[in-house]
């Protein structure tokens, strides 16, 4: 049995930047960049034509395992991410059981190791079951194997203003942050979209912008008040990027993020009640959209998180009332967020880079994704291919769910490779088998644990 | 036609056309045999997954009275109160050979998902969608305001210039909808009064005008009041504070009822609650035309089958 994986030569890719060079990927590492590099036993990758970005992180991914199996698991969710081209991702806690003890945590993290085609950090609940009424094992989880540093208990709203500051406060210790779901609950009894003109015209219970912005304002006080880390999760309305500005400029240690649909779609979608586009929080108004993005550019929204959330055919087949909230995203985010931002001139490659790696990976606490072209790190890239344009469909997801918003839509770009810890998870735009991941991910972690 | 599923898609030609043939059936009704054999062998399902007594029956007389199948499906008590999907119940339908489907849900934009959905091929005919739209309703309405107002000579007619004020819960209406949009497109003005809580929060991109105080609305002289119903649940929510206060200040009582004109007509969509948005006196004056209202009611539906099963279904509505 073999005990190293192949070596990778990559010619001739773009990096974020503009410049061109060659990168040799050894032993998992960034073993030599420049130009003219040749290496005889190493794989060869033509990437003339592609951008290499280091590998991307989504800090808001629905894993479903344990418990949601139907919907997805660590391992079909993390051949989803690998399409996408990212090497981490960060699972949310609203498994079941809920993820709020150690030995659920770990166990999610140790199938990510297992299976090998993305870092998995798992995120940690804030309260026990996501119930909003005694904090969790915060403690434990940040001390756990899996090392848990991102607290939330997404899809719920930590809506309780005394819990959240102890939960602010409580996290401070480990050096964790909060990732708040900003909605609250009373203000959005029976919402199924956006309240406007068109909820009232369809007949839909209408989810208030100021729902999220009220408790984006009330949180960002607290964090403020008690000095630690705040992360708003998937920030929809021009409002509450109007806030996190205000707060930013006050200081206050917030972070943000947007998902790529609220980059791209409005709730004029809607108007045929197609229940791929029911999502919490819902489509905004182009407005919204056009704010997000300015947000995005000028750096009030630090990141670009998926929020990916696979469901079973049959909670899609309903009416919209009955139909789960969620769409997935992991394989058609860098192509989204190169058609509404890049495509458009607002953000370059060097920030999508940024927004969709180096960022997230920062508010996460995750290592190795400070410096991605530097000798000597681990290697985790991605090769994209800008100039590509696919209608997007079915066969372009690799998850369990297929409730996409962009099927039948013509999109931009397409992942031709996708390197994790030094081997290639995605190679020629395909999957590589999962058993060879699974062996390469073996072989690394041997690697780490004989270093100790 | 293919399916009904909304007015807000249907164009003044198409609703005009719908009214003149609910004037010929009509006619049927003042038979000695209030029979047509118009829709013989076709099959009409009635699948209602919220009760509704009163749009049932009306429904069922209007497809008997063309000689159509007629079957009723109730969630109550059926596979659907036991967790059968709408994709289901819809699949099977179509497997026993719908050749209509009327269909009542709590969702809104159900009936949309229906016909959309490809689960079923059949026309698709919506009795009413959660707080969307009840289009039948609106159409009946209509035609009763055209023959109060025209009579014998209504064919062809529209509502040219007619002043409607709809008071009460616009906000869950699904009524209210239907008829804003219908009555527009007939030429009518819609004057909508309710307080702000029982309004949508944005009604800018609705045809209409808007008030809250129902004795100005009154003093403008509409042509017509319609009230609506309210729910007795809607007081728990903070919509109003209590049953008395909403009466006083927008019940039809007879103070109100005395400063109409003779020949304004006072509409409720049914069932009423006598005392709260209307008073008795109201409700059965010459004014009322409650029970004209459930009169048509069943030629609009008669009209409605009939143009969807056996006219040209080309032309989506």
Redesign the interface.
Known sequence: MTQHIPTILIRGARLPDGTSTDVLVADGHVAETGTGISNAKAQIIDADGLTLLPGLVDLHTHLREPGFEQSETVLTGSRAAAMGGFTAVFAMANTSPVADTAGVVEQVASLGVRHGYATVRPIGAVTMGLEGERLSEIGAMAQSRAAVGVFSDDGKCVHDALLMRRALEYVKTFDGVIAQHAQEPRLTEGAQMNEGALSGELGLGGWPAVAEESIIARDVLLAQHVGARLHICHVSTAGSVEVIRWAKARGIAVTAEVTPHHLLLTEDLVRGYDSRYKVNPPLRRNEDVLALRAGLADGTIDIVATDHAPHPLEAKECSWAEAAFGMVGLESALSVVQTAVVDSGQLEWSDVARVLSSAPAAIGRLDGYAEPFGIGNTANFTLYDPTASRVFGPEHLHGKGVNSPYLNRTLPGQVQATIHNGYATVLDGELVAADTVAEYARIVQNARLSRG | MRHLLST?DLDHTEAVAILDVAEDMADVAHREIKKLPTLRGKTVINLFFEDSTRTRTSFELAAKRLSADLVTFSAKGSSVSKGE???DTAQTLAAMGADAVVIR??????A??LA??GWINAPVLNAG?????HPTQALLDAFTMRRRLHGAASRGKDLNGLNVTIVGDI?HS?VA?SNVWLLTTLGAHVNLVAPATLL???????PVTIEFDLDTAISANPDVVMMLRIQAERMNAAFFPNAREYSRQWGLDEERLRRLRPDTMVMHPGPMNRGLEISANAADSARSTVLEQVANGVSIRMAVLYLLLSGDREASV
Request: glycine fraction near 10%; charged fraction near 25%.
């Open positions: 807000r999907s709408l994709k849900h709590s969702a809104s934009g159900a949309h998902t959309g959905s969608d959660g707080t969307h739209e906000l699904r909808r949508p929060a944005d009604t800018s991109t609705w």
